[in-house]
């Protein structure tokens, strides 16, 4: 799956790790920033939701579209589609961009709004992806556990960069008896839960 990317893939994995690093450091406002996973980040989640066990694939928090074209690597392998959610709309257009350039756009659903407003519609979830604001893990945690599949992954970013603000979620997703759950020390650090058969 990682060999021999599409070149058009490729190019525009590293333009957006490129523009990435930059914005990190130029002062760009913290809402207009990527905040995107690290290439290692994007390995493991193409490498989890491509074994999957069968289900809607989702994405919380799309930004420009970096993370989900990992997710679309995974998509293209199960022969399904990935839906990926962003609330703001300059991201959205610039995500509409990437996947166009990198040649996903036909296995790619991009949702403009909080995805909490449609997660209560979701048909069952075989894997989720969530990188969002820190704030709203909880309340997705909330409505996403039970529309996991049996065996279903969900994966949470930035649990060990941000750990303090979002020890809440940690906590509740590691006590659920309803999930496996484990902090991967990968990228930002990775929550990994599994619902139990």
């Given at each position: 799956m990682f060999h021999d990317l599409p070149p058009a893939l490729?190019?525009?994995?590293?333009?957006?790790?490129?523009?990435?690093?930059?914005?990190r450091h130029d002062g760009t406002p913290h809402?207009?920033?990527?905040?995107?996973?690290?290439?290692?980040?994007?390995?493991l989640l193409a490498l989890l939701a491509a074994g999957a066990p069968q289900g809607?694939?989702?994405e919380i928090g799309t930004?420009?579209?970096y993370s989900t074209l990992w997710l679309a690597l995974a998509a293209r392998q199960r022969g399904g589609h990935v839906t990926t959610y962003e609330v703001l709309a300059a991201k959205a257009a610039r995500a509409r961009e990437t996947f166009a350039a990198a040649g996903v756009?036909?296995?790619?659903d991009l949702v403009v709004g909080d995805a909490r407003e449609f997660l209560g519609t979701s048909p069952a979830i075989g894997f989720c992806f969530l990188d969002a604001e820190k704030d709203v893990y909880l309340d997705v945690w909330h409505q996403i556990a039970d529309a996991l599949v049996?065996?279903?992954?969900?994966v949470a970013?930035?649990?060990?960069?941000?750990?303090?603000?979002?020890a809440?979620?940690?906590?509740?997703?590691l006590a659920d008896e309803r999930v496996d759950a484990v902090v991967v020390p990968i990228g930002k650090g990775e929550l990994v839960a599994r619902r139990r058969i």
């Open positions: 490729a190019d525009r994995m590293r333009a957006l790790e490129a523009a990435d690093a930059v914005d809402l207009e920033r990527l905040r995107q996973i690290p290439p290692e980040t994007g390995r809607a694939l989702i930004s420009a579209g756009a036909d296995v790619v049996p065996g279903g992954l969900l970013d930035n649990v060990l960069s941000h750990a303090e603000q979002l809440p979620f940690c906590e509740a997703v």
